[in-house]
């Protein structure tokens, strides 16, 4: 059964500063900065509004959250990064847990990293990229809250983003929660990621 018909299995792990637990199945994280929309996107993608906490206060999971999808894989909501207020001691702490994340993660497939359409990719955005073309871990950009620019703006904002990250062809995939675009495309390139 395609992965995507199991959302309906959906059930919420935990919630882990560190000693992820082995779940034994493919697992995609999701990464951005804080407030690009990660946990809204991990609910568009399930099916579900309250999967993942939407949070009006940025930079509050300071943890990884992980979900399973009925027996297909694991999604992985990873803490936002470079929110202004949070002191610098949080922010270092963010640096390591993620970098063990993705040094010792033996099942992660696939890093979907999320950038906000509307601006230019942030310092951290390039930083984290690098890391993952570096480390040879599949990487997807999704470019989320396209549903707040206007077609002509959209498309000269996704070809600055494909430019400054280099991306191949049919990235950055353009997203929103609010109307689910680029729904079916991310499940397709997940899909693929975790056979
Ligand atoms: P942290 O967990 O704090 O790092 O944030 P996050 O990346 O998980 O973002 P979250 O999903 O909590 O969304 C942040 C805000 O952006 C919320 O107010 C959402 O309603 C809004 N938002 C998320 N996705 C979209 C989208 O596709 N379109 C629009 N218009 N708003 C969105
Ligand atoms: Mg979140």
């Not at 993942?52 to 979900?67: D, E």
């Not at 999320?114 to 040879?136: F, I, W």
Request: with cysteine; hydrophobic share 40%.
């Amino acid at each position: 059964m395609a992965m995507r018909k199991q959302v309906g299995a959906l059930s919420f792990v935990g919630s882990f500063p560190r000693d992820w637990p082995d779940l034994d199945l493919p697992e995609v994280a999701f990464a951005g900065r804080s407030n690009v929309g990660k946990s809204s996107a991990l609910n568009t993608l399930l099916n579900s509004r309250k999967a993942a906490r939407v949070s009006g206060r940025p930079g509050r999971t300071q943890a990884i959250n992980l979900f399973k999808v009925g027996n297909a894989c694991i999604f992985a909501d990873l803490p936002g990064y470079g929110f202004a207020k949070v002191p610098a001691a949080v922010q270092s702490h963010w640096k390591t847990m993620i970098e063990s994340y993705l040094a010792e993660r033996e099942t992660l497939r696939m890093v979907i990293l999320l950038v906000d359409a509307r601006r230019k990719p942030q310092e951290m955005d390039g930083m984290l990229h690098y890391a993952l073309t570096e480390s040879d871990i599949p990487s997807l950009v999704v470019a989320t809250k396209v549903d707040k620019l206007k077609k002509q703006q959209l498309q000269r904002n996704l070809r600055a983003i494909a430019k400054e990250f280099n991306l191949p062809a049919g990235q950055p995939v353009p997203f929103s929660s609010h109307n689910g675009t680029g729904r079916d495309a991310v499940w397709t390139h997940i899909e693929t990621a975790c056979r």
